[in-house]
């Protein structure tokens, strides 16, 4: 019998809430305002507190993104992929003024350079952040997180947050 290595296999679950620390920085970042979160639910959003935000039925990369956007995006493929490249046009094109976007530190994807690609910087993750279930239970992730920074504030994003991690200034 072959032994599976339950560290590669995943739970098949996209609802998984980032912990209110993170948030709190987002929004110190933001001056206190996020504007948008296109990945969300009625539940996280009393935590992220966003003045708009997408549901799974909403269907936020079907809308146009403005603001300052905070995205805690569906980790399954193609899913993220989709939420990334997204970030990446809205910014782009001037929609979104100012942005954070959590994902795993997949470094080898192709949506991975994508989004770093017009990133102003990225904080890799100093250990791994235990997100939350619906019902509160903290996650085991198998692998670190990034924060890419979309915006003009580098200095800001770099003093908030290096205490999470590795700050590396793109420079795009």
């Known amino acids: 019998m072959e032994k ?3 560290r590669a296999i995943g739970t098949g679950v996209n609802e998984w809430y980032t912990p209110e620390i993170y948030i709190s920085a987002v929004r110190v970042l933001f001056d206190g305002k996020i504007d948008l979160d296109p990945a969300s639910s009625e539940i996280a959003n009393k935590v992220v507190m966003a003045d708009t935000f997408y549901s799974l039925e909403d269907n936020g990369l079907s809308k146009t993104w403005t603001g ?3 995205l805690n995006p569906p980790y399954a493929q193609p899913h993220i992929m989709y939420f990334m ?8 094109i001037g929609n979104v003024s100012e942005a954070v976007a959590l994902t ?5 994807t192709a949506w991975f350079h994508c989004a770093a690609s017009v990133c102003s910087a990225i904080c890799f993750t100093r250990g791994r952040i235990r997100f939350l279930s ?7 992730p ?6 890419f920074y979309y915006g003009f504030n580098v200095e ?7 205490e999470f991690g590795l700050i590396v200034n793109v420079g795009v």
């Open 68 to 70: 300052k956007v905070w």
């Open 104 to 108: 795993h530190n997949y470094t080898d």
């Open 142 to 147: 198998t692998q670190g997180q990034a924060f």
């Open 134 to 140: 619906p019902d509160g239970k903290k996650a085991c």
């Open 4 to 6: 599976s290595n339950h």
């Open 85 to 92: 490249q997204k970030m990446v046009n809205e910014y782009s």
């Open 156 to 162: 800001k994003f770099e003093t908030i947050f290096k």
